[in-house]
């Protein structure tokens, strides 16, 4: 079956555009997370949801980024007002609803402010 | 300090060779995971284990509850085992997310 999928592959931004970034988890995957990964960077956590439950937003670098997931599958990161050091690749990954289980990682989406 | 630790940072090989990673973490954990980055950018897990041994082909991954330890272990490397190794682990105190190591260049040549 298809696996996580995100888009726009790739976002070209003027510094202080808002930036919306969607992923598609594998369907039937309850937990959902996203992650930035930086130029010369290691993976950092963003944000986490899990079925209807409150989502773990303690990743979340500072109140210009939120995210949603609506009807539990498809989410959206949004990034208000952004900035250079937002530049990174975004990757959102699912699992299963089991505890711990396997993530699957999407392609991941490269964002560009200039 | 980090709270994952990866060595070496960079790792080069001549195909053939037997490879190893380490992965040192300092807080209590539920699981790590082992995760492969190509140069295209593509992260597959690799391996999830909370204890003892796992093998897949010819990868294997081991864990040390009590020294806080891993090891990746690559036999036979081949050239399009070259990518970039990352070591995340699920804490104790927060199971929601991973905290990741910063992940080891391996380049095997032929």
């Known amino acids: 079956g298809a696996g996580v999928s995100q888009s726009p592959s790739n976002k070209v931004t003027e510094k202080g555009k808002d930036v919306e970034l969607r992923c598609d988890p594998i369907s039937g995957h309850t937990a959902l997370y996203w992650y930035r990964q930086s130029l010369g960077q290691g993976l950092e956590f963003l944000i986490y949801?899990?079925?209807?439950?409150?989502?773990?937003k303690s990743g979340l670098p500072s109140d210009r980024f939120s995210a949603e997931r609506t009807g539990g599958s498809v989410s959206t990161l949004t990034i208000q007002r952004t900035q250079q050091e937002d530049s990174a690749v975004y990757l959102c990954a699912s699992s299963s609803p089991r505890l711990q289980e396997t993530q699957y990682f999407g392609p991941g989406t490269r964002l560009l402010v200039l | 300090k980090n709270e994952v630790e990866q060595s070496p940072q960079n790792l080069t090989a001549q195909e053939g060779e037997f490879i190893t990673i380490n992965c040192s973490y300092s807080?209590?954990?539920?699981?790590l995971h082992w995760l492969q980055q190509h140069p295209g950018g593509g992260i597959v897990s690799l391996f999830m284990l909370s204890s003892g041994k796992k093998k897949h082909g010819r990868l294997i991954a081991t864990i040390n509850i009590q020294e806080k330890h891993s090891s990746l272990h690559i036999t036979a490397s081949h050239p399009r085992d070259s990518a970039v190794y990352i070591c995340a682990v699920s804490a104790s105190y927060n199971t929601d997310k991973l905290i990741f190591g910063t992940g080891t260049r391996l380049q095997v040549f032929p």
């Open positions: 807080v209590g954990i539920s699981a």
């Open positions: 949801f899990q079925g209807n439950s409150a989502p773990d």
